[in-house]
C-alpha cells in the first residue's frame, strides 16, 4: 500500500484492490481566508482523477471543495460515507454527479425530526439502533421507524441489507483501509 499526502487532511491511498482520494483539497475556501497547508498547487490534478473510493468525511470547505471534484474526479467513483444520522453529505456528492455510494454504519435517516422538525444534523444521536432527539428526547426505533415516545409519528430511515453488506465484503481488503481512514465502522451499505 501507498500513502500519499495532499496537503490539509487529503490523502490518496493507493493498494492492489483500488485506491481511496481522501479528503482532496486545492480551492481557496471561505473568501480566500483558508488556504491549503501545506501549499499543494504543485500537485498534478491528473494523478488524481480515476480513484476507485472518493472519501470526504464532512462538508467543511477544507475538507469538500466541490468545484475541484467537478473538474477534476471521474463521477464513477464510489463515495464511502460516513456514519452520520443524515443525508447532507450524500446530497451534495449525488448532486456533483456521483451515483455508487457505500455507507459505514448504515443509517439513512431523514433530516427533520418527526416532532417538532428538530434539525437531526444538530441534535440526533444514534445508539444500538435507537434515534434519540436531543431537544425534547423523543426516540425512535430506527430498524422499524416507529417512534418510542408517541403513539405515531414514524421516521424513515433505511439500514443496509445483507447481500448489500455481502457485496461490500468482496472488496474487504479496500473496506479495511477505509475503515483506517474512517476511523470506525462497523457496518456498510451499497445504493445508488
Ligand atoms: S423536535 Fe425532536 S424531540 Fe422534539
Known sequence: MRVTFLGQAGLLIETRAGSILCDPWFSPAYFGSWLPFPAND?????????????????????????????????????????????????????????RRFVALGGWEIQRRCPHMKADLTRFATVDDGVLTCQLHGWQFDLAGGTCLTSADHPIDARRMTKDEIAALAATAEVADAAVEVAGAANGAAATD
Do not use: M
Not at 471543495?65 to 443524515?86: K, Q
Open 42 to 98: 504543485g500537485i498534478d490534478p491528473t494523478t488524481l482523477q480515476n480513484p476507485t473510493y472518493l472519501y470526504i468525511s464532512h462538508l467543511h470547505h477544507d475538507h469538500f471543495d466541490p468545484a475541484w471534484l467537478a473538474d477534476h474526479v471521474d463521477r464513477s467513483a464510489t463515495v464511502i460515507l460516513p456514519d452520520y444520522p443524515i443525508g447532507d453529505l450524500r446530497r451534495e456528492l449525488h448532486r456533483l454527479g456521483f
